[in-house]
């Protein structure tokens, strides 16, 4: 495999607006994550990614772009922008941006024109169709719930928008605009930034004449049920086209990374995006993983298929647990309560020392939690909210409408950044914008630096640890334990071999581990709880404490 940074790298996500703020209003700015720098680099991370920081009305936080050249005021100015990048860089880490340009703000200028006349010079910067039996031109449906089309009175058109109808879609068949998007994606590569992550990339390229969906729920899946029509935009024949031309025009004439958030693949299809002779994207998100949570066998199937596949193609794959996209990573896939720590742990090491390059989300290096809030005013994450009023409308109990928001609400993963015992979390001094967790008095960073064992200090050592061996980065990922069971696997490289010992459950077990590695000589390198005994009968069984992981490294 050929060797590269961005393959090396270990990525942490940055969520501005609750990482820190530094000025007292509440919200989380680009001072703040200066302030913070210091920090990230002791945790060992190489690269930052940034979710969006441009001028935005925030009807989804930012997603929602009106413009691509400024940033946000109340995450700061372009000179706080380029100190940021500069302290990032001086300190030997990398930054990349989000890339959102599936869709704009419908307060973009480009919108603001389009929508002004049918003949503007921008109508056809956007998808507009004419309406059907006077409604939306097809029943898509809107990832934030509702049509996927917005009637425009001025011109007595629909727009489309996959997300909020504050968030018009971009039409890439258009070449002029593809051109705009790579010019003011260079201008950014210009100002040094390290690559992008990509919104939504895969859903760029829609089907002509947007077709009605069809798709049985059993053909989109229980994923994709709620958003019939993504048959018909997501992975279509026209996106690898329109990569292929972004990397001919821009990426390839920089040193960078680029990763996609793309859905609605299999293996297969995912490998086509990061096949390095196709010249598209380094990396992709791979969502089964995430979509895994408690399901460990579909994790382990998320992890060896997809990273077979993609070897087969020379692909470099990612592990990725949890983002500002979804609950909290311990919450999901470890447990809360006494075991938050080791739980947290375990998973930790699993992300650090699966193939492929890993992707961290803030406060996950602390084991930060899920909240239960009990209104649903407490709640801001527009996804959330629009399913809790389609349910409340369709005649669903309160209760169960607020259980499932509190269940699946986006904020749960993107409330302020726990730094501190003190007020509001040491987030900021002022109001934050969105409720702290309560338990910040007791999981908070200043107290994970004091305590030897804690969930921050074992993140850094694994992080260390995967820095001094290659292997971690480049070695053979060989699962070895039969599914279901604890999960066992090895890292192959040379003469290196190092082994992963994950007891994935709240049970001690006993487990067998002589056809795999003798632990007498092997030589371990970490454990979350300290050696664990290894019974005298010869047979090489290791006793293992609930959420039990260790990484040894033997030889071949
Ligand atoms: C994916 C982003 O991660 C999410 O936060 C956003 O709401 C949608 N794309 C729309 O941009
Ligand atoms: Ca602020």
Not at 159 to 172: A, C, G, I, R, T
Not at 288 to 296: E, H, K, T, Y
Not at 495 to 503: A, D, E, S
Request: glycine share 6%; proline share 7%.
């Amino acid at each position: 495999m050929q060797r590269s940074w961005w393959r090396e790298a270990v990525v942490y996500q940055i969520y501005p607006r609750s990482f820190a703020d530094s000025n007292g209003d509440g919200i989380g700015d680009l001072r703040g994550i200066v302030a913070r720098l210091d920090y990230l680099q002791r945790l060992g991370v190489d690269v930052l990614w940034l979710c969006p920081i441009y001028r935005s009305p925030n009807d989804d936080n930012g997603y929602d772009i009106s413009d691509y050249r400024t940033i946000m005021p109340e995450f700061g100015s372009m000179e706080d922008f380029t100190q940021l990048l500069g302290e990032t860089h001086r300190r030997g880490m990398r930054l990349i941006m989000d890339l959102v340009v599936n869709h704009t703000s419908d307060e973009h200028p480009w919108f603001v024109e389009s929508r002004a006349s049918r003949r503007n010079p921008r109508r056809d910067y956007y998808i507009w169709a004419d309406p059907r039996d006077g409604g939306p031109p097809n029943n898509w449906r809107s990832w934030f719930r509702g049509p996927a089309w917005e009637l425009d009175p001025t011109t007595g058109q629909y727009y489309l928008h996959l997300f909020s109808k504050k968030q018009p879609d971009l039409n890439w068949a258009n070449p002029e605009l593809r051109r705009a998007v790579y010019a003011m994606m260079r201008w950014w590569l210009d100002l040094g930034i390290d690559g992008f992550r990509m919104d939504v990339i895969n859903f760029i390229a829609k089907v002509p004449g947007v077709p009605d969906s069809a798709a049985a729920p059993a053909v989109l899946g229980e994923r994709y049920a709620h958003v019939p029509g993504i048959e018909h935009y997501a992975d279509t024949a026209h996106v690898h086209g329109y990569l292929q031309e972004m990397h001919r025009e821009v990426l390839a004439h920089y040193d960078v990374m680029t990763v996609g958030e793309c859905h609605f693949l299999n293996p297969e299809r995912a490998a086509r995006y990061v096949d390095p002779a196709r010249h598209e994207l380094c990396l992709l998100f791979q969502f089964d993983q995430i979509f895994a949570a408690g399901d460990r066998s579909a994790l382990r199937r998320a992890l060896e298929d997809w990273y077979a596949e993609f070897r087969r193609h020379g692909a470099w794959t990612t592990t990725t647990l949890g983002n500002h996209d979804f609950p909290r990573l311990v919450s999901v896939f470890g447990a809360e309560g006494e075991a938050r720590e080791a739980s947290a742990q375990l998973f930790a090491t699993l992300l650090l020392t699966a193939p492929g390059t890993p992707f961290l989300y803030q406060g996950d290096e602390l084991g930060m939690t899920n909240v239960r809030w009990e209104r649903a005013s407490d709640y801001d994450d527009i996804q959330a909210l629009g399913e809790y009023r389609e349910s409340i409308a369709r005649g669903v109990p309160e209760a169960q409408a607020l259980a499932q928001l509190q269940q699946h609400s986006r904020d749960n993963a993107r409330t302020p950044m726990q730094w501190s015992a003190e007020a509001h979390a040491g987030f900021t001094t002022g109001q934050p914008w969105l409720r702290v967790n309560d338990n910040f008095r007791e999981l908070n960073a200043a107290a994970q630096e004091r305590e030897p064992g804690s969930v921050l200090q074992y993140y850094r050592r694994l992080i260390a640890l995967r820095k001094q061996e290659p292997c971690l980065v480049y070695g053979d990922f060989v699962p070895l334990s039969p599914d279901p069971g604890p999960y066992v696997y090895a890292r192959v490289l040379e003469r290196t071999r190092i082994v992963v010992v994950l007891n994935w459950t709240q049970e001690p077990t006993s487990l067998p581990v002589a056809d795999w590695f003798e632990p007498r000589t092997a030589e371990l390198l970490l454990s979350n709880q300290g050696a664990p005994p290894v019974e005298a009968d010869g047979a090489g069984v290791l006793r293992l404490a609930p959420w039990q992981a260790c990484v040894y490294r033997t030889r071949v």
